[in-house]
């Protein structure tokens, strides 16, 4: 009977929430669906930070980056930044469906998009993950949206960790990261850049300048979520 009894709960809950852990029929479960901090509007037009009313750039935003929109779903706090956590260093890799349903919805808000790219990471990096968070986000994007997601950049710089550098050393830390592939044609192309994370968006505004430099026509931002602090 036990055996049978969790059968039949196997088949209502067949996993475990990778936030909290409770059986659910989803790695993620609705209670910890609904606690994500959404960014709604109002919000700057430009980089998509929350405002008190609706802007077309906010003045932190305002001539500092050379993408022309950026986008997130939600705020990297609470279990957002938890799932996103274990997205990256657990490997629960079946939330890049769950957040790329969700961030496809905000494709519409991009004028055009001929080409979904993404922010590589580093070969040690990569290696040592065994993915790049950034490439499977935008795979699961570009199915749903019928695009083509191609790699155009890569890293060549090994750099310090991100994560304790303030705004102006971070700046300094990406620049010379990337280059764009020689072998990849972007001139005249829309492009969306897609990332896990919009901290100080110095890594996605290098990015830019860098397939910007190399005839891209225009580039927007996607990722899973951003910091509001800056
Ligand atoms: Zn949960
Ligand atoms: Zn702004």
Redesign the pocket.
């Known amino acids: 009977m036990q055996g049978m009894l969790k059968g039949f709960l196997d088949l209502l809950y067949p996993t475990r929430?990778?936030?909290?852990?409770?059986f659910?029929k989803s790695v993620?479960?609705p209670?910890?669906l609904d606690s994500f901090s959404f960014i709604r509007p109002p919000t700057c037009k430009r980089c998509g930070k929350p405002c008190n009313i609706e802007v077309d750039d906010c003045k932190e935003c305002r001539n500092r980056f050379k993408f022309s929109t950026a986008r997130s779903l939600g705020l990297y706090e609470g279990?957002l930044k938890t799932a996103i956590h274990k997205f990256k260093y657990k490997n629960a890799r079946g939330l890049a469906a769950i957040f790329a349903d969700m961030m496809t919805g905000l494709v519409s808000d991009f004028d055009d998009v001929e080409l979904i790219t993404y922010v590589p990471l580093s070969r040690k990096k990569e290696l040592k993950r065994g993915f790049n968070q950034a490439h499977l986000l935008a795979q699961e994007i570009a199915e749903r949206t019928n695009l083509i997601c191609d790699a155009t950049l890569m890293r060549v710089a090994e750099e310090v960790d991100q994560t304790k550098l303030s705004l102006k050393q971070r700046k300094k830390n990406v620049r010379g990261a990337f280059v764009v592939d020689e072998k990849k044609d972007v001139s005249g192309k829309s492009l969306l850049l897609i990332d896990d994370v919009f901290t100080t968006g110095s890594t996605v505004d290098e990015c830019s300048k860098i397939l910007l430099k190399a005839g891209a026509r225009n580039l927007s931002i996607l990722t899973i979520a951003r910091v509001c602090s800056f």
């Not at 929430?17 to 409770?22: K, L």
Request: glycine share 8%.
């Open positions: 929430c990778r936030v909290c852990g409770v659910s993620l479960c209670d910890c279990n």
